[in-house]
């Protein structure tokens, strides 16, 4: 893989890491809790969820199957089941709220559609725009 792509694999975690941070803080903030009651655990955890993902999502836009959507379930189904196995095993760490699995799915869920979404428009922009250049 190309020192280019190494970057870009990078920011974009890095970006969602940091923008999933603040929303989390603004949240507590906003609730009247001035302290991430998890503490850095709970920073790890996000980061190692986040990993999981943007690996699997990075490997999923390599994968040669058509339709998309077929290459992007290939790469979820995994990718979601690894992150529900990492949550039982911060269970083993503390007692997890009642709602973990619900609220790790429909973080990660919602994460890897947003990531679907964009990915795909890049793709279909592309090619239009070879297309373009090709006529």
């Known amino acids: 893989m190309s020192k280019k792509k190494w970057i870009n694999i990078v920011s974009i975690y890095s970006i969602i890491y940091t923008v999933i941070t603040l929303l989390n803080s603004i949240l507590y903030l ?3 809790i001035y302290e991430d009651p998890s503490g850095n ?3 790890l ?4 969820i986040l990993l999981i993902g ?3 999502f990075k490997l999923c836009t390599d994968l040669p ?3 998309l959507i077929f290459r992007y379930i290939i790469a979820y189904v ?3 089941l690894l992150v529900f196995i990492y949550v039982w095993f911060t269970g083993l760490r503390e007692e997890l709220a009642k709602t973990a699995y619900r609220d790790i799915w429909i973080n990660f869920t919602s994460l890897f559609i947003l990531l679907y979404i964009i990915n795909s428009i890049i793709c279909i922009c592309k090619e239009k725009r070879n297309k373009a250049y090709h006529v």
Do not use: C, M
Request: avoid cysteine; charged fraction near 20%; hydrophobic fraction near 35%.
């Open 30 to 32: 906003g609730n009247g």
């Open 41 to 43: 655990w709970h920073e």
């Open 45 to 48: 955890d996000r980061a190692i």
């Open 54 to 56: 943007v690996a699997a």
């Open 65 to 67: 199957i058509k339709p």
């Open 78 to 80: 995994p990718s979601q």
